[in-house]
Structures are given as structure tokens and as C-alpha cells.
């Protein structure tokens, strides 16, 4: 059975273990997100490249290892 690779749980594990909380992941990706958002992006399977880019920055994690 392929393993399914969960992006948003992996962008949570990252998160967690840099000891980085979610309003302050929202904060550093701009205005138009907050915590909430932050919340249901982890919740989802595949994230657009182009967040999972602002968040691999943000973290300082190459893109890769979330997908």
C-alpha cells in the first residue's frame, strides 16, 4: 500500500518541532493570514506550491521535506 504523503501534518510536525506557533507561522506569512488559517492548512493533504514555498522560507526547511 503507498504511503500518502500528508503535506499539512508535515508542515505541522516542522512547525512543532522549531517550537514555532501558529499565529506566529501566520504573522510571518503576511497579512492576509492568521492562526485559523494556519489550522486548516495543516489539515489538508496537498498544499499550492506557491504557500508551501512561503512556508519552506518561513521555517527555514527546504520545500522538499514537506512533500
Known amino acids: 500500500?503507498?504511503?500518502k504523503?500528508?503535506?499539512g501534518r508535515n508542515v505541522k510536525?516542522?512547525?512543532e518541532m522549531?517550537?514555532?506557533k501558529q499565529e506566529a507561522l501566520a504573522f510571518d506569512l503576511g497579512n492576509d493570514?492568521?492562526?485559523k488559517k494556519i489550522?486548516?492548512?495543516e489539515q489538508k493533504?496537498?498544499?499550492e506550491d506557491n504557500i508551501l514555498n512561503q512556508i519552506s522560507n518561513s521555517l527555514k526547511i527546504p520545500?522538499?521535506?514537506f512533500q
Do not use: K, P, T
Open 5 to 7: 504523503i500528508h503535506q
Open 33 to 35: 493570514w492568521n492562526q
Open 63 to 65: 520545500v522538499e521535506a
Open 45 to 47: 493533504d496537498v498544499i
Open 18 to 20: 522549531l517550537g514555532i
Open 39 to 41: 489550522s486548516m492548512l
Open 13 to 15: 510536525r516542522f512547525r
Open 1 to 3: 500500500m503507498e504511503q
